[in-house]
Each structure stands twice: as C-alpha cells, then as structure tokens.
C-alpha cells in the first residue's frame, strides 16, 4: 500500500516535469523548402488556358473560344469541370487522346476520333449532366483501328 502512495504522488510529479521541459524545434522542412528540396503547395496553376499553345499535354484538349479577345469566366469555370470530369477515367483514357473540348458561351462543342460508339454516347452524356453547359455539339467520329 505504500507503494500504491508513493505512485501516485510521483506519477503526477513526473508528468509535469516532463510536460514543462523546454522543446526544441525541428528546422528540418524549412531547410528542405530553403534547398528546394520541398516545393510549396497550394500555388496548382490553372490548367485550362485559352490559348492552343500553351496547353499542358493532358487529354482531352479543351480549348476555350473567345468572343472579341475576350474569355468569359464562366467558360472557364465550366471548361474546368469538363477537365475534372474526364481527368480520372480510366476507361475513356484511350479515347480521349483523339478528342478536343470547345467551349464558348456554355456551348460545347466535341471533335475528333473515338474508339467505339459507347465511348462517344459515354463522354456526350457526361458533358451533357455538367451543369452549365447550354448545348452540346458532338461532331466526334468513330474509329476502331486506333
């Protein structure tokens, strides 16, 4: 029983002594980011762009028209979410290689060259339920052998 004493004034004791010791700082990722060894987060660029040239080679190409020099916001946004929609399937990776995204005042318009006939009604549909979007052209061809 003694013990059992001695343990529980100690313990406590212990407890704040540990807990009011100085701590030391770790510099280590602020050396890394000095280095350049650590690249900072959150400055993603935008990837949709109005000009062809300067596209990442990501698949679909989106390209979004201009009236007068001018790109409206919206179409921008909206060509966003197209890109988010397309960005992870796996399944129409290979089709959308071949396929170029339009955008202009909410209009959307598809061009080029599919695999197969479910593929083109697959990625029609998915633009389609995008909200935003007013109307949809699809002038996409069907292709097999590619």
């Known amino acids: 029983m003694k013990m059992f004493k001695y343990l529980v004034w100690i313990a406590p004791l212990a407890l704040l002594i540990g807990c009011a010791a100085p701590v030391e700082t ?3 990722i602020a050396e890394w980011q000095q280095n350049g060894m650590l690249p900072p987060t959150g400055d993603e660029a935008p990837r949709v762009y109005s000009q062809t040239d300067t596209y990442p080679s990501t698949a679909p190409a989106i390209i979004v028209q201009t009236d007068n020099g001018r ?3 919206g179409d921008l946004a ?3 979410t197209i890109r988010r ?3 992870y399937d796996r399944g ?3 089709s ?3 396929v ?3 955008v202009q005042d909410g209009r959307v318009i598809l061009r080029g060259t599919v695999r197969s006939d479910l593929d083109q ?3 029609v549909d998915n633009v389609r339920d995008i909200t935003g979007v007013t109307r949809v052209t699809d002038a996409l061809e069907i292709d097999p052998s590619f």
């Open 100 to 102: 170029t995204v339009e």
């Open 85 to 87: 929609q397309f960005e």
């Open 71 to 73: 790109t409206a916001s």
């Open 26 to 28: 770790d510099h280590t």
């Open 78 to 80: 909206l060509a966003d």
């Open 92 to 94: 129409l990776a290979p």
């Open 121 to 123: 009604r697959v990625i």
């Open 96 to 98: 959308l290689k071949q």
